[in-house]
């Protein structure tokens, strides 16, 4: 049972233009929301992230939009370039650990930025 | 450099066999995790450990195990190896309690199952 969900395996956009990166989760216990890049022969790097009492997160060109109701999120990187060619993972954190907390990864999500 | 150190980067080895892989956590981090990354399987979490302690197990076979050690790094045992289990394993830290950059990945280790 996949409790973080990326529909998308890949996604292509030009450079310049917005990419948008969703994902869809089922578990309501998850408070806390992160997202990761991941390029090829590395391991994944944290990007950005957001509580569950937060709609949006902004960090230049990367916001990050909440959405509890739906169980969605999303990713959004204005202006795309090149460079933010990679896999990206989004992850989920609930809070029934305390401070055990264990993150469950989406497959992710190839976006390609095209010159 | 993330500061979690995996080490081999690359392993290749027949079906039927063991290897170990290590990791080093991030200095500080009491908290270590395993996650394979198969073909389209995205990162499936193997099993965490926390100052020396197993604290929470995923989807880790029978074949598989872990350990943490008092100088706080950790090995994963592969055994009974099959072609299967070809893939890359990311070892990951993190400190007490969740801050809000989650984990510290390894670049992890390529295992190719032959």
């Known amino acids: 049972d996949q409790q973080v969900k990326q529909n998308s395996p890949s996604l292509s956009v030009q450079e310049g233009r917005i990419s948008i990166l969703n994902c869809d989760y089922t578990?309501?216990?998850?408070?806390?929301f992160l997202w990761y890049k991941k390029y090829p022969a590395e391991g994944p790097t944290f990007l950005i992230s957001?509580?569950?009492?937060?709609d949006k997160n902004e960090d230049g060109r990367f916001t990050v939009f909440l959405n509890k109701s739906a169980k969605h999120l999303s990713l959004h990187i204005v202006p795309s370039q090149p460079g933010d060619s990679a896999v990206y993972f989004c992850?989920?954190?609930?809070?029934?650990?305390?401070?055990?907390?264990?993150?469950?990864f989406g497959k992710g999500t190839l976006l390609t930025v095209n010159p | 450099d993330s500061g979690v150190t995996q080490t081999p980067k690359h392993l290749i080895t027949a079906t039927g066999q063991r290897v170990t892989l290590r990791c080093s956590p991030r200095s500080g981090d009491l908290s270590v995790y395993w996650y394979q990354q198969s073909l389209d399987q995205g990162l499936q979490f193997l099993i965490q450990y926390y100052n020396g302690e197993e604290r929470a197990k995923g989807n880790i076979l029978e074949r598989f195990s872990a350990q943490q050690f008092p100088d706080l790094h950790s090995e994963l045992n592969l055994s009974s190896l099959e072609l299967g289990d070809s893939a890359l394993y990311f070892c990951?830290?993190?400190?007490?309690?969740?801050?809000?950059?989650?984990?510290?990945f390894g670049s992890g280790t390529r295992l190719t199952v032959v």
């Open positions: 992850a989920a954190s609930d809070k029934s650990g305390g401070s055990n907390y264990k993150l469950t």
């Open positions: 578990n309501s216990m998850f408070d806390y």
């Open positions: 990951a830290s993190s400190g007490e309690g969740l801050n809000h950059h989650g984990y510290t």
């Open positions: 957001i509580s569950s009492i937060k």
